[in-house]
T-cell receptor, first 115, second 114 residues
Framework: DVKVTQSSRYLVKRTGEKVFLECVQD?????MFWYRQDPGLGLRLIYF???????EKGDIPEGYSVSREKKERFSLILESASTNQTSMYLC??????????????FGPGTRLTVL | KQEVTQIPAALSVPEGENLVLNCSFT??????LQWFRQDPGKGLTSLLL?????REQTSGRLNASLDKSSGRSTLYIAASQPGDSATYLC?????????????FGKGTKLSVKP
């Protein structure tokens, strides 16, 4: 079974703090993703990575950065947390799937509250 | 622009009933469509993935169909149980988009009453 783990289930930070969210997958997947999920807005893609040190912006990259130094690990960084970044953050991974068979597998999520 | 819609937003049924959840998308040029389940406060669990060349996929009591030409997919749940209560999300990977281009619907919240 694919396993995607996230470093924290719940996190409380203060405005202006630098926040790191970590995600690890154990299936040697090329692709990794960070989404945020908000009531009424659904899931929105922040960033994704298709290889080590490679990244692409998603729909809402502003205020975030990412790091992928190893294939199994993808980090989301909030350089200076703000209250509007309070949300549920979900990490996912998938194989390269050039034929379209790249099923995405999700982690349990991190509920981040910025005070 | 690809848009994914799920109707209804919420559904309540008695235990044992067969039910259908609907998903529609505006652009038929897709690689695949994926159905997920999400329990409150948790991550997403992948249920079924249908490639664009397929018409349906089955897993246990679940059957998902895909009609690309009409931009529709349905998730059929047979003999529903209280444990099926969750939010069900569909998502499409748009053809020609990058690997990250998975567009989600807002989900149908299902409640199965004992």
């Amino acid at each position: 079974d694919v396993k995607v783990t996230q470093s924290s289930r719940y996190l409380v930070k203060r405005t202006g703090e630098k926040v790191f969210l970590e995600c690890v997958q154990d299936m040697d997947h090329e692709n990794m993703f960070w989404y945020r999920q908000d009531p009424g807005l659904g899931l929105r893609l922040i960033y994704f990575s298709y290889d080590v040190k490679m990244k692409e912006k998603g729909d809402i990259p502003e205020g975030y950065s990412v790091s992928r130094e190893k294939k199994e690990r993808f980090s989301l960084i909030l350089e200076s947390a703000s209250t509007n970044q309070t949300s549920m953050y979900l990490c996912a991974s998938s194989s390269l799937g050039l034929a379209g068979d790249n099923e995405q597998f999700f982690g349990p999520g991190t509920r981040l509250t910025v005070l | 622009k690809q848009e994914v819609t799920q109707i209804p937003a919420a559904l309540s049924v008695p235990e044992g009933e067969n039910l259908v959840l609907n998903c529609s998308f505006t652009d038929s040029a897709i690689y695949n469509l994926q159905w997920f389940r999400q329990d409150p406060g948790k991550g997403l669990t992948s249920l079924l993935l249908i490639q664009s060349s397929q018409r349906e996929q089955t897993s246990g009591r679940l059957n998902a169909s895909l009609d690309k030409s009409s931009g529709r997919s349905t998730l059929y749940i047979a003999a529903s149980q209280p444990g099926d209560s969750a939010t069900y999300l569909c998502a499409v990977r748009r053809y020609g988009g990058s690997q990250g281009n998975l567009i989600f619907g807002k989900g149908t919240k299902l409640s199965v009453k004992p």
